[in-house]
């Protein structure tokens, strides 16, 4: 019987290894959770060939995949759907490890479900999602597949350019009609006394193995098994999608092993000070936008203004050597209201920027204000190396974004489609209310907790976006004083806290709630922008 875990690894720019030390990181995982599985790693070209041998003397399957366009590297791991060889496979994202609590879902799966296809219930409940990296499929749901979808199908998707998730657009589209009622869901459900077991909803429900990132626990307990066979040196700190920054012991043996194979990856080299590491940090250019999406967790439709170029500078300076961002993101409102843009991304760069940190910088924009930027903001963008993200949240707004999707012309860009969105306060009588929850269960239900991305405004740092942004449209005097008693509960970190102060708050705003959970609902109302029409 041959069972699979299916790979897929790439790289369109040299910045992304991530995914290259996810791999790495998971190498003993899977002997520990799958012992009788196959590792296959599809890859091209671009990935070096001292890691590809690797791989070959860890006996693991490498398919050598041609760089092509009419095809994604996303998309190679859905190959073994046609692999009539196969009995059983899961499909992985590259950099997010393995953990227990899945491998029970999957055991479950295989010894007793009748279910030939499985995958976890969405974060925030969409049923028409699948997550491309966290489902699994048996023998009789791939011969399903073999007999009504076309390999090609894969081709016509990836042919839909610039737009993103291509990978999960296709499982959308094919094979979640073809898995109703042969589906076999999970779901990691947290909080205290959880009955683990299939519901009436259909669903298996399991409780996290410990209070913390499952991969945690995972990485924690290998490194403990080898703890007294090896001598243990300096830390390293990989990165992984869930935004879980790990901190593994890192033995004499594996550093020979990195050096052998000379892995260029997110594997930071760090001194022991350098804790205060963030997935990513948010700096908001504009607190206004000249959208009025209903949903807004940003109240975009109700702020003004903006922050200059000093602010900006002075708040980037006072925190550069504090905090450790792996991305830095510049957003609104929409940013390109702010006058000074141009200047503002290239100190942003030049600031956060250094050779010692593998940090890149991302610009996030509705796009329609694209064509109205001078040459040199394009020239910021290419030379800076951004990365730019087009939030399309009107329909009837995609022709003037695809006329200037082409204004970004060698520059990293993706189109995504915000259109639905969740909405995370009560309206009443026209008047914005926080939902008042309870905050414990609304930190579970959070789907922002899992992007990890704290946000630097008025030289503060705050949790998330929707605290950040109340906080300023409170002191616009655009909330209500029901909005001031919640976030009077809150403490941002600021510049004054000590290491010890700053190191805790960074933890905790990483992984537990906090009393002003309570402004998000336990469960959003979903809400979709194509049926309002205030949007100006």
Known sequence: MKKLLSYSLFQ?????????????????????LYPDFTVRVYLDDSIDQEIVQAFRRWGWEIVIMP?????????????????????????????MMPTYSRRKAELYFENHSEKGFMHTKPWWDDPNVIYAGLFGAKREFNELVQAVIPQSSLENTWKQKPYYFWDETWLAKEILPLS????????????????????????????????????????????????????????????????????????????????EINIRTRLLYLEHKRENILRSLEIDASYCCNLKCNYCAHHGHLL????????????????????????????GGEPLLNPGITDILDMVYRVWRKPDRKNFCKLVTNGILLDQMPPEFFDTLRDGGWRVEISSHFQRYQN????????????????????????????????????????????????????????????????CQYIACSFKALEQGRLGPEW?????????ATVDMSDEEL??????????????????????????????HNDF
């Open 12 to 32: 369109n720019d040299k910045r992304e290894t991530s995914y290259i030390a996810g791999l790495l990181a998971s190498k003993e995982v899977f002997e520990e």
């Open 67 to 95: 760089m092509s366009d009419h095809l994604s590297g996303t998309m190679w791991r859905f190959l073994p759907f046609w692999d009539k060889s196969v009995d059983l496979w899961y499909a992985f994202d590259s950099d």
């Open 180 to 259: 109703k009622d042969k589906t076999f869901v999970y779901h990691i459900e947290w909080g205290n006394n959880i009955t683990e077991g299939l519901r009436e909803d259909g669903v298996f429900y399991l409780s996290p193995v410990v209070p913390s990132f499952d991969s945690v626990f995972v990485r924690h307990h290998l490194v403990e098994r080898y703890r007294n066979s090896f001598s243990f040196t300096d830390n390293i700190f990989p990165y992984y999608s869930d935004g879980q920054l790990v901190r593994i012991d890192r033995y004499k043996e594996t550093e020979d092993k990195l050096k």
């Open 304 to 331: 003004s203004g903006y922050a200059t170029y000093e602010q900006i500078e002075r708040w980037s300076h006072d925190w550069r050597d504090r905090i450790y961002p792996e991305c830095i993101t510049v957003l």
């Open 400 to 463: 003037i974004i695809d006329k200037n999707v082409k204004l970004l012309e060698g520059i990293d860009v993706c189109v995504r489609d915000e259109s639905i969105h969740d909405k995370w306060y009560n309206i009443v009588d026209d008047k914005r209310l926080p939902a008042m929850s309870y905050p414990v269960t609304a930190w579970e239900n959070c789907r922002v907790k899992y992007m990890k991305c704290p946000v630097l405004m008025d030289n503060k740092l705050y949790r």
């Open 484 to 492: 001031g008693e919640v976030l009077s509960y809150y403490v941002p």
């Open 503 to 532: 190191k805790n708050w960074v933890r905790c705003n990483n992984d537990y709630p906090d009393a002003v959970c309570q402004i998000c609902h336990l469960h959003p109302q979903t809400y979709n922008l194509n049926e309002q």
